[in-house]
């Protein structure tokens, strides 16, 4: 890194990769030639786990909501408006647009559902925005999961869901530490797309990054009208 080579303490702050493109026409994400993050290997395949952590408690929610919605619905959830939907880490075209709840009266209501990728879930959008573990819990609380038949919004927190998910991500929490090629020290920790949400690793690694170091070199997805303004105008703001 430039500023290593001009003696100048920096560190680097990246977005971990997700299967789905490290398998599609993408590939992986941890740089090419010289520039490039190791061991690339086990970073781009798993890593620590932090988005199988992540995706075990999006998929908590939703099986806590068909769960209510099975026993007697007192929130009054209607089942034709949630939003939620359920998330695997791979790209599968054919589990987009599903049809849960099949099978008989114990496996609870049909109804029209879906996957989205991992990274597309609220929980890595919050979960790279929080900034300690109970800021955390607040923000997955809030998450709007669907609407009542009266149009009313409803909140993981109403379904008591916030404080179970929360345990599930202390561990995939903290940041994961690696190093470049040229051995300086880098933070890989979270990843939310940028089309549909800010697009830039955690919060709380750049924050300890710049703890460490008098450089922080950071990545913000997309150009400078998308990465751009959403790492000025949310992710610095934090």
Known sequence: MDFVILEKKAMVCLREPSLGPCFGMKGGAAGGGYAQVIPM???NLHFTGDFHAIGAAHNLLSALIDNHIHWDNQLNIDPRRITWKRVVDMNDR???DITCGLGGTGNGIPRQSGFDITVASEIMAVFCLASDIDDL???IGNIVIGYTRS???IRAKQLKADGAISALL???FQPNLVQTLENNPAFIHGGPFANIAHGCNSVVSTKTALKLADYVVTEAGFGADLGAEKFFNIKCRK
Request: glycine share 0%.
């Open 137 to 139: 819990k607040k923000r």
């Open 94 to 96: 054919s589990l987009r």
């Open 151 to 153: 149009n009313e919004p």
């Open 41 to 43: 290997t086990d970073i």
């Open 170 to 172: 202390k561990d995939a």
